[in-house]
């Protein structure tokens, strides 16, 4: 019997090119995760050592004889043909060796041993080899696809040396490599840790290291973050919308344990399924007597919820969905002036605050040149989130449709009520039409100069990303000075305040 001791897909490479060299059949192979361990099919008997490394013979046990009886020659036979394997094959054996199986060493090579022979229908599912070597396949991939989506990072206090993330997971089968490279890839140059029952990654924010086991569990991971997480999981938990069998057949159960909101999940299920559904449901729904059947329009039939009384709440269109956050307006409490531009920009949406990318640079050029303190002004946008289109990897600049300037103007009706602004400077068309609540308002009418609406000024200039866009330095300085001048009127049509 040939003992083969291996500990990962490589150490078995080798050995299987060695051992299809000398034609050893499967059934004269012991197949090993290290020096101690016994067979992989049955214990090793004690005593059993390691193939001695001579290059002499080989012996081994044939099936049933009580001592040693074949001897094969230790080095190849000159007929023995060349291991050749289609890289789907290989691509496939080492996917399923990371199948948590007693034999996974031992079938991978009676699958090869197969191959070698012509038997070509080994990779084949209706094979029944195939049919397992697929079924280990697809086992494997699915515990890397429930590993990326059930790994919950912790951050932990900072401590020197320590890994910022920390995660616990428990995987069925060999697939934390596979998956740290994917985390690897994803998480930049923040220091991780996965542990697992059998072994640690670590990334130092350049390399994945091995390390032995250093957790027992979940709740060895201290989480100063955790309560915060269980505070919004509980928020955006909706009662009356939940289906627990849905949600038990989308997280298999082995996973909620160690998942942070595992902990609270049963006691809101609970909670739905003892009156709490009623808590998200309109009132007027069925609220008529009698047996008869009542019709509800979709509409009626929603949960009622109070509109959003926060920018951050505000669903009105889709542009949240996109967005990095809502940008807000700046500036003073009274501000004689506010400036009014079309929706914030990439810059502008990373960092919540309007003008503070390129177009930002140009009207504080233009704001100093014109007189105007940037500090004095009320800087807003008539669309609050960031639209955008993906042009290779930049986020590009995407108009907004009116019927998304529409929803957003009641944000810029709060400000025009709060601020008090008595002069208005529409940056551009759609500020123009946000401000005039007219979808048809055009620049042209009304740029050469300010007019009165609803008791204030409104002037109307270019938007300063005009003077970016254009064609060449005539252009950008006609628009330029167009902009300065505007800011001019502004500050002439706005009287000083007292006090």
């Known amino acids: 019997m040939i003992r083969k001791v291996v500990r990962s897909f490589d150490e078995w490479r080798a050995a299987v090119r060695d051992l299809i060299a000398r034609q050893v059949p499967p059934e004269f192979v012991e197949w090993a995760g290290s020096e101690s361990d016994g067979d992989l099919f049955t214990a090793a008997a004690p005593g059993d050592a390691p193939a001695p490394a001579e290059r002499t013979a080989i012996r081994y046990t044939a099936p049933g004889a009580a001592s040693p009886a074949v001897a094969h020659p230790a080095e190849p036979p000159a007929a023995a043909p060349e291991l050749r394997l289609p890289r789907a094959f290989v691509e496939m054996l080492a996917t399923a060796a990371c199948f948590s199986a007693a034999d996974r060493w031992a079938f991978l090579y009676k699958l090869v041993w197969r191959w070698q022979l012509g038997e070509r229908e080994v990779i084949s599912a209706a094979d029944t080899d195939g049919a397992r070597l697929y079924a280990m396949v697809k086992a494997v991939h699915r515990e ?36 740290a490279r994917h985390f690897a890839n994803r998480m930049g140059r923040a220091t991780w840790m996965i542990a697992t029952p059998a072994a640690t990654v670590l990334w130092d924010g350049e390399r994945l290291h091995d390390a032995p086991p250093r957790l027992r569990s979940a709740a060895d991971i201290e989480d100063s973050g955790e309560a915060l997480w269980l505070t919004y999981y509980r928020s955006i938990f909706n009662p009356a919308r939940l289906n627990a069998d849905l949600l038990r057949s989308h997280i298999p159960s082995r996973f909620w344990k160690n998942l942070p909101e595992g902990a609270i999940v049963p006691a809101m299920i609970s909670g739905a399924a003892n009156g709490e559904r009623r808590s998200g449901q309109t009132g007027t729904v069925g609220r008529r007597s009698g047996a008869t059947t009542i019709a509800v329009t979709p509409e009626r039939a929603q949960p009622q919820r109070d509109e959003p009384d ?22 003073p409490k009274k501000a004689r002036i506010m400036l009014v531009g079309e929706q914030p920009g990439d810059q502008e949406d990373l960092q919540g605050l309007p003008f503070v990318g390129p177009a930002g640079a140009v009207l504080d050029r233009a704001l100093a040149e014109a007189g105007v ?53 529409a940056l551009g068309a759609t500020a123009l039409k946000s401000v005039m609540k007219d979808g048809n308002a055009t620049m042209s009418a009304v740029m050469d100069a300010p007019f009165q609406h609803e008791g204030r000024w409104v002037v109307a200039v270019y938007h300063p990303s005009f003077v970016l866009r254009a064609r060449d330095e005539e252009s950008r300085q006609q628009a330029y000075e167009v902009i300065v001048a505007g800011l001019r009127e502004a500050l002439r049509l706005a009287p000083p305040r007292s006090g």
């Open 144 to 179: 890397e696809h429930d590993m990326h989506a059930y790994v919950r990072f912790r951050e932990r206090p900072e401590r020197a040396g320590d890994p910022r993330f920390v995660a616990w997971f428990e995987p069925t089968h060999d697939v934390l490599p596979q998956v």
């Open 310 to 331: 926060t920018l951050d709440q505000c669903r009105r269109c889709d542009l949240w969905r996109n967005a990095t956050q809502a940008v807000p307006g700046v500036g």
């Open 373 to 425: 303190e940037r500090d004095h002004v009320y800087l807003t946008n008539a669309v609050k989130h960031f639209k955008w289109e993906l042009r290779g990897k930049r986020r590009l600049h995407k108009t907004p449709a009116q019927r998304e300037v529409s929803a957003c103007h009641v944000w810029l009706e709060e400000e025009l009520a709060r601020v008090k602004p008595d002069v208005v400077v």
